[in-house]
């Protein structure tokens, strides 16, 4: 996946793209290449960076000071990352993270939808600490800067040392680790439920913490204060919306998946309330852009003739033609499906390894770490 920071509004600004054809791609220079690179750079130069005069003037009302959470309200889909030695059908590392629901408080219920599993420790701390060299932790919320292992396996014993040295050495960085056996998490105990609960005090007391920083509410917890139905909060959104269709446009521009040249259908799966205007919005910010820039340049800039489409699944092309199959050259059928880009896109989920079971989707998700800035644009296999 490759990783960006970029918002026109004050939200969880940070995100990602999922596809594993993609980052396998190498920039491909041409004319316009520059244009790319300058306009990427300008909507990642601040966060929140200001909305071009055209966007300004539909979306005019956008207080930056009040803090909008990106929090699904659907169950993760986790494919095949949450692993176990054990067999798939005896995984209490699944188990503990799909029993969370079941047993979190009403305040606490969508913390699941924050924890990212299987985090390299070197990624968590920021260094590259040779000692830790490609361990991960089972599950990290970092929200809450709280690791949370589950220990039991049959060589558990073998590690304890460097269990123990792990969670010192995290500490440092005031991670709190919080270690679940795996017979609590079988037998759904108590102990299981005072872990549980542990993890509930640590996110408090961090939520406290960050009260007492900032003076503000801008933490998940915050959520259930936000009226998502609210139209500012609403458009909001759609702006949210807009800069990453623009990153997204931009990205596989420059790697050559597309060009301006070609004519191409964006068909747009979301469940969200998101408006087809609001990406037509974007291209057309990012014509005047491009437009402005190739004038610098002293070269000609057509603006292509795309299409966006809403879908509630991804239509196959040739069902949808009213020529029939015979006649039609099986070269002629890839290029014609090659001009459907097809992007599954979600303000409110945080990434999963779902995007693996289509390598033609791309999808596009809030990232778990929201302290970090991507503006390099990271690439994390």
Sequence with gaps: MIKYTAGYVNTHNNFVIQNKRLINKSFVDNKFFPSFCLIKNFLQRDNPVKPSMLLQKYFWKIEESVFIPLISRENPIWENTIKWQENKDNNPALKFYNLLPKYLEKKYLYVQQLICPEVPINFITQSDNEDFQDQVVDFYLPQALLVIEIDGRDEHWLHWYNDKERDTYLGKYGIKTIRIDTKDIHQESVVLLAKIQEVQSRIDQVFEDIQDKKGGLSHFLSYDIV?????????????????????????????GEISLDQDYIFQIKTKEKLEKRCFDLALEDLWEWLKNCCILQNISFPIPNWTIELVENFSDFWKNKKSSWSGISR??????????????????????????????????????????????SIIWE
């Design 227 to 255: 009226d998502y139905e609210n139209r500012d909060v609403l458009d909001s959104l759609a702006l949210t919306a807009i800069i990453r269709f623009q990153i997204f446009v931009l990205e596989i521009l420059m790697r």
């Design 331 to 376: 070269k002629t059928k890839d290029n014609d499906e090659n001009k459907i880009i097809k992007i599954d896109f979600s303000l409110f989920k945080r990434w999963t390894d779902e995007f693996l079971s289509d390598p033609t989707v791309f999808f596009i998700r809030t990232d778990y770490f929201e302290v970090f800035d991507w503006n390099e």
